[in-house]
C-alpha cells in the first residue's frame, strides 16, 4: 500500500507558475512510476504528465507539452509537477497517481494507476 499526498496547489494569474509535490509515504516509492492527472468541474480526468520509476522516461499531454515539467526526487520519495506560463484551461483539480512495475516504463492510462492522492486545487486567473 502506498500512500500519496499532493501539494502545492493555489490561485494564480495567468501566465504565472505553480510547483506541485507529491510525497509519498515510504522509500519503496522507488519501484513506482508517477502520474499526474487533472479534472475539471463537470469534465472527466484526463492525463497531464508521467514518469517512469528510474526517471528517464517521460511523457506529457500536448496541451501541457513545453509548459509543465515532471520530474522525481533524488530519493524517489517525491514527484514534482512545474508548472510554467500557465492559462485559465490549467484550471482544475490536480491528481498525483503511482503505478507498481517491474519495468522502467510511463504509464498513460487512468485504468493503469494503482494508488491515488486526495488531490489540489489549481486556479488559473484571466
Known amino acids: 500500500q502506498v500512500q500519496l499526498v499532493e501539494s502545492g496547489g493555489g490561485l494564480v494569474q495567468a501566465g504565472g507558475s505553480l510547483r506541485l509535490s507529491c510525497t509519498t509515504s515510504?522509500?519503496?516509492?522507488?519501484?513506482?512510476?508517477m502520474g499526474w492527472f487533472r479534472q475539471a468541474p463537470g469534465k472527466e480526468r484526463e492525463f497531464v504528465a508521467a514518469?517512469?520509476?528510474?526517471?528517464?522516461?517521460?511523457y506529457y499531454a500536448d496541451s501541457v507539452k513545453g509548459r509543465f515539467t515532471i520530474s522525481r526526487g533524488n530519493t524517489k520519495n517525491t514527484v514534482f509537477l512545474q508548472m510554467n506560463s500557465l492559462k485559465p484551461a490549467d484550471t482544475a483539480v490536480y491528481y498525483c497517481a503511482a503505478k507498481g512495475s517491474d519495468y522502467d516504463v510511463v504509464p498513460r492510462g487512468e485504468n493503469e494507476y494503482d494508488y491515488w492522492g486526495q488531490g489540489t486545487q489549481v486556479t488559473v486567473s484571466s
Open positions: 514518469i517512469s520509476w528510474s526517471g528517464a522516461n517521460r
Open positions: 515510504t522509500r519503496t516509492f522507488r519501484n513506482y512510476a
